[in-house]
């Protein structure tokens, strides 16, 4: 039995005052969850965005949808390890929520993510490690330029980069603040990167919405977590029969004949 009744209450008076741009988005891109079934195996990928906004009813209809299809196992973008305490996960945004409910009811969770080792093994075939730095600092500035964030960006991109280079060993020394205005000055034409520019830049059009080497460097990054992704749902579904995603919903889009295919296969095995 999904516990979620205080949850959702709580957000059942907390949505009611949503009038913000986070809400206003969900409501207009929201919805459409994509659901698959053969015999007894289902998937059940909730269609919302990245929000880290109590007032987004987004949160309300995770736990709605959740309790509804109460899942044998979780996957989730990113971390898998959410906060103990509900409105602290939802800052943290809509998959450490995720995981939340699913820590609260002794759900098995798994992260969708590879390994950042085997994605630099993968992208050191066609990038250099400047590249792949730069672009992970980008996209992690998209998240850090999301409305009602507050982020001190000279303490947070150092502390980033430098969590970065322990797997990456792109320098042997710890990266100071100058050396990543260097490394980003090509794509983001600011000399001295601080917290009064940075958000001069806009990251999310570049990383997503423009043709540059940083967008390609990200699109061959979300071609292998989709790889990764199919072959982990494929492995999950072996031995489990009700699987809950919360990740980006453009991957379910993007995959939408590759899931259509393995559940096709789950059909034909079950016969």
Not at 24 to 45: A, M, P, Q, T
Not at 116 to 128: A, E, G, H, K, P
């Amino acid at each position: 039995m999904i516990r979620t009744n205080k949850i959702l209450l709580c957000l059942s008076l907390i949505s009611m005052l949503a009038c913000n741009t986070e809400s206003k988005i969900y409501k207009r891109v929201g919805g459409g969850h994509l659901y698959l079934v053969s015999g007894n195996k289902e998937l059940f990928w909730f269609s919302g965005i990245h929000g880290v906004d109590p007032l987004n009813p987004m949160f309300y209809d995770i736990c709605v949808e959740f309790a509804k299809f109460a899942p044998d196992v979780v996957l989730v973008e990113g971390n898998a390890i959410a906060p103990n305490d509900s409105l602290d996960a939802i800052r943290h945004g809509e998959s450490s929520f995720v995981a939340y409910l699913s820590q609260t009811n002794h759900i098995q969770i798994q992260s969708t993510e590879p390994t950042d080792s085997s994605i630099f093994r993968y992208l050191l075939n066609s990038c250099t490690k400047d590249e792949i730095l730069a672009m992970y600092l980008i996209r992690q500035m998209v998240q850090w330029q999301r409305p009602n964030a507050n982020i001190n960006f000279e303490v947070n991109a150092v502390d980033f980069v430098n969590g970065i280079n322990k797997t990456l060993k792109y320098s042997v020394s710890s990266i100071k603040l100058s050396q990543l205005s260097d490394l980003l000055e090509p794509y983001t034409n600011i000399e001295d990167l601080n917290n009064n520019n940075w958000t001069d830049f806009d990251a999310k059009k570049y990383l997503y919405f423009s043709k540059n080497r940083i967008n390609e460097i990200y699109e061959h990054v979300s071609a292998y977590r989709n790889i990764y992704l199919i072959q982990l749902l494929k492995e999950t579904l072996e031995s489990n029969n009700r699987v809950f995603v919360m990740m980006g919903f453009d991957h379910a889009k993007e995959l939408d004949k590759e899931l259509q295919k393995l559940f096709d296969d789950l059909s034909i095995r079950s016969e």
